[in-house]
């Protein structure tokens, strides 16, 4: 299948840094916010991160927690913590309050690299047992005070004071040691961290690259940060395994888009959610065909906006199935799947679809997609810190996503549905579970259900039914301006609807698929129709110009 696949197997992502290096020197590998790195300079850089996160504590197995945007150091913190055995965790950028104290606490770094901007967000009761030291990036907005977490506090720049000595270690990584944490939306409880080992990784980085056509030397563009796996896989590893070049921009710019991909030549692009629908929304221009494009890596592609990408812009579509405990699952080449499907099982899965008591249902039938590996650790190794939400999902020796799905007659698999108790907002999965949380922190909140509504952009809006505390005024303006002080922008409700009580089943639980059947009726307040919308910069007009994600 490809060269990742004899030598990238086993290997760990040292092996790939040191030996890219030999063979693609001067080549760039990667360009973050203009910024270029050759494969040469990546190796000294990371040797020399690597080096200075051991001296600051971090061993093998350890975490180093990143609450950074998109900026070459990123990249280098990666790749260093892949040669020192240590475990990334690269954190959702939006998150505060409690949604980061969980976050933090749950993966307990020994090194927090923070952007200094957001120093303030770290509560002062926080408790880090193994935390020794914190390293503050420097970026163009205004620096924030944080608390006294009684650790040292370093600047990036004392990283690559040892720029240009070896990196040796007598206790290397292996290739099923974990190599990150990602935090995906919990929908019944706080978000879980995925564990996600070299093999997987780098396993899922040669795969995709290669299946969408990739080729030594091509370039990758996004505007995606890097606290996804995306960002990670797609734009970054998948080309520095194959002697290419991923380019990452801080922030998504959708009058920006097309200029920042002719700067660097790029080939493929990856964008996700209602950067799709933005980017498509652009007024037609000359080049749109004439661009040299190979591929666009995106999700949701409806099956009636993969072929007028596909004219207009000349390049194929890629789509699959994946999460982010397993990528990929299937594959769907543009030229051979049917339209609006994700494509056959790749060899290394096995795929089926289970009713609710784990018996297969047949085809045309909708299902639980259910997954399994035929080979070990190309998949996540577990939930961080929770063996019982590992064992819930590993039930009958098949991991059970939690979507729904069915298969036709010739295989391909078509994504139904979500079986999860979550929606989806700015390419985000949202939890309802922690903006009922966040919510229920008001005083004149009693009850709250949150739940997704479908959204102009083709992914959802959250919506949130409130009860009022006795005696109290639930104000909705006030719920929102709440919201944006205490949860990921991208989580904060457009609708909100005050109610005197919820449905509940017998049991206690509440009935939110009669939520859903209501939706938005009369009295319901919504922030667009206020004329606002939310995003990173916070409570802004409608119609002001979206030049960042958000």
């Known amino acids: ?197 070299h093999r997987y990784v780098i396993n899922a980085a040669g795969g995709s690259f290669l299946r969408r056509g990739g080729e030594e030397g091509d370039v990758v563009y996004s505007p995606l940060p890097l606290y996804h796996l995306n960002a990670h896989v797609i734009t970054i590893l998948g080309p520095y395994l194959h002697g290419g070049t991923g380019v990452l921009d801080r922030h998504f710019s959708v009058s920006r888009f097309w200029e920042r991909v002719d700067t660097y030549g790029a080939n493929h692009i990856a964008i996700l959610g209602a950067q799709l629908q933005l980017v498509w929304d652009l007024p037609p221009d000359p080049r749109d065909g004439q661009r040299g494009l190979k591929v666009l890596i995106g999700a949701p592609i409806t099956a009636e906006m993969a072929p007028q990408w596909q004219q207009r812009y000349g390049l194929k579509t890629s789509q699959g ?25 790749l060899d290394e899965f096995e795929v089926r679809l289970f009713d609710d008591t784990d018996e297969d249902v047949p085809n045309g039938h909708v299902g639980e997609i259910c997954i399994r590996p035929r080979e070990p650790f190309i998949m996540f190794s577990g939930y961080w810190r929770d063996p019982q939400a590992t064992v819930d999902v590993w039930r009958n020796s098949w991991f059970h996503t939690g979507d729904l799905g069915r298969f036709d007659t010739d295989g391909y698999l078509y994504f139904v549905d979500r079986k999860k108790d979550y929606l989806r907002r700015g390419g985000e999965n949202v939890s309802s579970f922690e903006v009922e949380r966040a919510l229920s922190a008001h005083p004149d909140v009693s009850q709250v259900a949150a739940f997704g509504v479908p959204s102009e952009l083709g992914e959802e809006d959250c919506m ?24 990921p922008f991208y989580a904060v409700p457009r609708y909100i609807r005050i109610v005197d009580e919820l449905p509940h089943t017998p049991t206690g639980k509440v009935e939110k698929y009669r939520l859903r059947e209501q939706a938005v009726v009369t009295g319901t307040f919504d922030l667009h129709a206020e004329g606002y919308r939310v995003s990173r910069r916070g409570l802004v007009p409608l119609d002001a110009p979206r030049a960042s994600r958000g």
Not at 466 to 485: K, T
């Open 1 to 197: 299948m490809g060269e990742w696949r004899r030598a990238g197997d086993r290997r760990t992502l040292g092996d790939v840094v040191v030996e890219s290096a030999e063979r693609w020197g001067d080549r760039l590998a990667y360009v973050v916010d203009d910024v270029g790195i050759t494969y040469a300079d990546s190796a000294v850089r990371s040797a020399a991160v690597a080096n200075a996160l051991r001296q600051l504590g971090v061993g093998r197995g350890d975490r180093v927690a990143l609450l950074v945007e998109n900026c070459v150091e990123l990249v280098d913190l990666f790749l260093a913590c892949g040669r020192l055995g240590a475990i990334e965790v690269a954190i959702n950028t939006a998150n505060r309050g409690e949604f980061l104290r969980h976050v933090l606490q749950n993966c307990d770094p020994t090194v927090l690299v923070i952007d200094d901007t957001y120093r303030d967000r770290l509560l002062p009761d926080l408790v880090l047992p193994n935390l020794r030291a914190i390293v503050v990036h420097p970026t163009a907005g205004p620096a924030t005070d944080g608390p006294d977490l009684g650790c040292e506090v370093h600047a990036t720049q004392a990283l690559y004071h040892g720029l240009g000595e070896p990196f040796t270690t007598d206790d290397p990584p292996d290739y099923r040691d974990p190599l990150m944490i990602v935090y995906t939306s919990g929908t019944t409880g706080p978000s879980k961290g995925v564990v996600a080992p």
């Open 321 to 345: 199935y994946a999460l982010t405990e397993a990528v990929p699952v299937t594959s769907a080449p543009a030229a051979e799947a049917p339209p609006g499907s994700s494509g056959r099982p």
């Open 464 to 487: 949130v039914v409130v009860v009022p505390a006795s005696g109290r005024h639930a104000d909705p303006w006030n719920l929102v301006s709440f919201c944006i002080d205490n949860m």
